[in-house]
């Protein structure tokens, strides 16, 4: 499995864009790179995912470097509800397992 | 509700006894996943199934641990003789692979706690 690099936390205003920087440079060319996250007291959900292109939907944008060794989740407008951990996961195969690094939790203030 | 359920969604256990937690899956979904987590961390992978068959199986497991899904539906996960470090939440997640994508939905997880 590629190995992943998340900052541990991160703050942001509410309704402002926040950033979340991944990098994961032992990436394989075929493995797809998901976002995932966990709000308190809940299990991980789904949030996005991409290979080479970058994608929006309605919960965040993925933008993904032209190497591939690194990739950017766009939250467009914070709000308190987007207070949790989010994960980045390569996956090499649809169904395989995910592996879970230690996510970064994003902290939005008010 | 037709997301993943899970029960019961808190455990509280002594240090020797036994316990089973439950996992029913979306139901067209025919990869199911167990999952473990303790505080701070990222989930970490256990075992996952494929239909009734179980294909990988974590380090992690060890003996105390088994798991089934003997209908292919929903899956049960036994821990026997608990510990203390057994203490964690334990997350059952499905899937229906299509494409080269699998979005996997996770339950809410059942709390144990071995005192």
């Known amino acids: 499995d590629a190995k992943t690099t998340q900052p541990n936390s991160m703050e942001s205003n509410e309704e402002e864009p926040v950033h979340l920087p991944c990098n994961h440079s032992t990436i394989s060319g075929t493995d797809y790179i998901h976002w995932y996250r966990q709000l308190p007291s809940q299990g991980p959900e789904y949030v996005i995912h991409?290979?080479?292109s970058n994608v929006n939907n309605r919960m965040a944008s993925l933008a993904i470097a032209e190497d591939r060794k690194s990739s950017t989740l766009i939250l467009h407008r914070a709000t308190l509800r987007d207070a949790a951990v989010y994960y980045c996961i390569p996956q090499y195969s649809a169904g395989n397992k995910l592996t879970f690094g230690g996510g970064t939790r994003v902290l939005v203030k008010p | 509700d037709t997301g993943v359920s899970q029960d019961p969604r808190h455990k509280i256990t002594k240090r020797g006894q036994n316990v089973t937690f439950r996992c029913d899956p979306i139901?067209?979904?025919?990869?199911l996943y167990w999952y473990r987590q303790t505080l701070g961390q990222g989930p970490e992978f256990l075992t996952y199934?494929?239909?009734?068959?179980?294909?990988?199986k974590s380090r992690l497991l060890s003996d105390r641990f088994s798991a089934e899904r003997p209908k292919g539906s929903f899956s049960t996960l036994e821990i026997q003789r608990t510990e203390q470090g057994d203490s964690a939440m334990y997350l059952c997640?499905?899937?229906?692979?299509?494409?080269?994508?699998?979005?996997?939905?996770f339950g809410q997880g059942t709390r144990l706690t071995v005192v």
């Open positions: 199934f494929q239909n009734e068959a179980q294909l990988e």
């Open positions: 991409g290979l080479t």
């Open positions: 139901s067209e979904h025919n990869r």
């Open positions: 997640a499905s899937s229906f692979p299509w494409g080269k994508v699998t979005e996997a939905f």
